[in-house]
């Protein structure tokens, strides 16, 4: 029987049948993300996703970039860099962690493949141990080797503690001193002192990575605001620095000129990449705004169901006037290292 031949009245049903997506040999990226869009669950959401953020794409257009997690140690800096480089943010939300390791990777340093699982052991004294033999090495010995051999881990990835050595001498050296005869400096002023240096030491040394993304910004005078600064490594330094000079952090001056320029958007359109104060922060400079968000991509793996503005949802954004009513918006539950490199590949192929 034909849906035609049904005639119980349906209001909320429409008639969209669920097709199959094909995977084949030498298909792009946007394809991939259009054969999404024929599936369901989470293939459709990506696929939204991307309608929604090439939607954002456009030059008339205002974007707030949102960027948590561990999204630069974990390989994610280039993609962000480039978006910066080719016009599509216009105001960058992160965290310290994202901007130090950023600079590490500019002046030099190097994050590595690890290991999320301890590595198995198979001695015969295992038993002895207290260990069972398929299980090997408990993850508690595991990070307790690390700690002895002086590496951080960061779930799979490896970072050698001497990179932090090399990130402190580069801020004493190369970004606090022309900031200190300043005064009282915004959070924005030293992430753009952050990325001038970035560059030129980047540049001088001819370090095979990229500038990154503090660098980018610097270059294309896009602002980066970094509202937890004090949460990081970066913090803890300029916070060290400020103890014995008149180096000092204005931690509300940033406030004016991100609401400025939600206020002077036309349209405005935030990409949310992971949740914490930068989500919020991008978000919550629209209550301050006669206007809203116009478009919205959030990217997580936080669950909306504890409440917590991590996972919330941003059809839940819309009850506080941070979107539109008539906004377009979509949320991805799944891991952002996955999505917002198809996410944006999709989205500027479509554009490009």
């Given at each position: 029987?034909?849906?035609?031949?049904?005639?119980?009245?349906?209001?909320?049903?429409?008639?969209?049948?669920?097709?199959?997506?094909?995977?084949?040999?030498?298909?792009?990226?946007?394809?991939?993300?259009?054969?999404?869009?024929?599936?369901?669950?989470?293939?459709?959401?990506?696929?939204?996703?991307?309608?929604?953020?090439?939607?954002?794409?456009?030059?008339?257009?205002?974007?707030?970039?949102?960027?948590?997690?561990?999204?630069?140690?974990?390989?994610?800096?280039?993609?962000?860099?480039?978006?910066?480089?080719?016009?599509?943010?216009?105001?960058?939300?992160?965290?310290?962690?994202?901007?130090?390791?950023?600079?590490?990777?500019?002046?030099?340093?190097?994050?590595?493949?690890?290991?999320?699982?301890?590595?198995?052991?198979?001695?015969?004294?295992?038993?002895?141990?207290?260990?069972?033999?398929?299980?090997?090495?408990?993850?508690?010995?595991?990070?307790?080797?690390?700690?002895?051999?002086?590496?951080?881990?960061?779930?799979?990835?490896?970072?050698?503690?001497?990179?932090?050595?090399?990130?402190?001498?580069?801020?004493?050296?190369e970004v606090f001193p022309p900031l200190e005869a300043e005064g009282a400096v915004s959070i924005r002023r030293l992430t753009e002192e952050l990325g001038r240096a970035n560059a030129a030491v980047n540049d001088r040394e001819g370090v095979d990575e990229g500038p990154g993304i503090a660098a980018a910004a610097y270059?294309?005078?896009?602002?980066?605001?970094?509202?937890?600064?004090?949460?990081?490594?970066?913090?803890?330094?300029?916070?060290?620095?400020?103890?014995?000079?008149?180096?000092?952090?204005?931690?509300?001056?940033?406030?004016?000129?991100?609401?400025?320029?939600?206020?002077?958007?036309?349209?405005?359109?935030?990409?949310?990449?992971?949740?914490?104060?930068?989500?919020?922060?991008?978000?919550?400079?629209?209550?301050?705004?006669?206007?809203?968000?116009?478009?919205?991509?959030?990217?997580?793996?936080?669950?909306?169901?504890?409440?917590?503005?991590?996972?919330?949802?941003?059809?839940?954004?819309?009850?506080?006037?941070?979107?539109?009513?008539?906004?377009?918006?979509?949320?991805?539950?799944?891991?952002?290292?996955?999505?917002?490199?198809?996410?944006?590949?999709?989205?500027?192929?479509?554009?490009?």
């Open positions: 029987m034909s849906d035609d031949d049904h005639h119980v009245h349906r209001e909320e049903f429409e008639h969209d049948p669920v097709a199959h997506a094909e995977a084949r040999a030498g298909m792009t990226v946007g394809e991939l993300a259009e054969e999404y869009g024929a599936a369901g669950v989470g293939a459709a959401t990506v696929h939204e996703a991307v309608d929604v953020y090439a939607e954002m794409l456009d030059e008339d257009v205002t974007n707030f970039f949102g960027l948590a997690g561990a999204m630069v140690p974990t390989g994610m800096r280039r993609i962000v860099a480039d978006l910066i480089r080719d016009g599509h943010v216009d105001a960058l939300v992160t965290t310290g962690a994202n901007l130090t390791h950023d600079a590490i990777e500019a002046i030099g340093g190097k994050h590595h493949h690890g290991r999320a699982d301890p590595p198995c052991s198979h001695s015969d004294d295992s038993h002895e141990r207290g260990h069972d033999e398929r299980s090997g090495t408990s993850m508690r010995e595991h990070d307790e080797r690390l700690r002895d051999e002086e590496v951080d881990r960061i779930y799979n990835v490896y970072l050698p503690q001497e990179h932090f050595a090399l990130f402190e001498g580069h801020l004493r050296e270059e294309n005078d896009v602002p980066i605001y970094c509202p937890a600064v004090q949460d990081s490594v970066l913090g803890l330094q300029a916070w060290m620095y400020s103890q014995t000079s008149e180096f000092t952090l204005d931690a509300l001056a940033d406030m004016t000129t991100i609401t400025d320029q939600a206020f002077d958007a036309d349209e405005a359109g935030a990409m949310v990449v992971g949740g914490g104060v930068p989500k919020n922060y991008v978000l919550q400079t629209m209550l301050v705004s006669p206007d809203a968000y116009d478009y919205a991509v959030q990217l997580t793996m936080d669950p909306p169901q504890t409440g917590g503005l991590s996972g919330a949802t941003l059809d839940e954004a819309r009850s506080w006037g941070k979107l539109e009513k008539a906004a377009r918006n979509v949320s991805v539950y799944a891991d952002a290292t996955i999505t917002l490199p198809l996410v944006v590949a999709a989205a500027r192929e479509r554009v490009e």
